[in-house]
């Protein structure tokens, strides 16, 4: 199978900004890493190829990390890619951590800052999802009570007669209305 190289073919844009900028996070963050293990494996005498020294060193990557997430993390979610971009934000920081530790790196900023990014993109996107379930529920609860027929009676009772034609009658507990 041959794939078709001589038109370049250009993706459509999805213009969700906050989304890519959650993202351009997590890349710095991960290009971070790699600078990381690019300078260990250079000090103990690998050879890389010009194209991967060309690269920023660990200062500005780092620089360009905390830049994109004092401008992301902190702006409400208004998509649910962007609910989705701050979740594996989130996740980016635990595996990013987790690597830290098994090479005995620290990460782009402190320990501390990485708890609050976390806290603060869950945070938000809880805050979104349950804005999105609320809708939801409300939604299924106009559509069941519009299947309803339902009365109030002069003694304080409701009578509710189902589509399917049964009735009851409800009454408040403590009797009277």
């Given at each position: 199978m041959t794939i078709d190289t001589?038109?370049?073919?250009e993706l459509p844009a999805h213009d969700d900004h906050h989304a890519a900028g959650l993202y351009q996070a997590m890349a710095a963050r991960m290009f971070c890493r790699f600078l990381g293990f690019r300078g260990t494996a250079v000090w103990y005498g690998a050879e890389f190829p010009a194209e991967y020294m060309?690269?920023?060193n660990e200062i500005g990557a780092?620089?360009?990390y905390e830049r994109a997430v004092d401008e992301w993390v902190w702006q409400p979610p208004s998509s649910a890619t962007a609910t989705k971009a701050l979740i594996e934000f989130a996740g980016c920081i635990s595996a990013d951590k987790l690597l830290a530790e098994i090479a005995g790196q620290g990460g782009p900023v402190y320990e501390e800052m990485d708890a609050?990014?976390?806290v603060?993109?869950?945070s938000a996107a809880s805050r979104w999802l349950t804005g999105l379930a609320n809708?939801?529920?409300f939604a299924q609860d106009k559509a069941a009570e519009s299947m309803l027929r339902v009365r109030r009676r002069r003694d304080g009772s409701v009578e509710i007669e189902q589509p399917d034609?049964?009735?009851g009658v409800y009454r408040?507990?403590?009797?009277g209305a």
């Open positions: 001589s038109e370049k073919k060309a690269c920023a780092a620089e360009l609050l990014h976390q603060i993109a869950l809708a939801e529920y034609g049964t009735r408040r507990e403590g009797g």
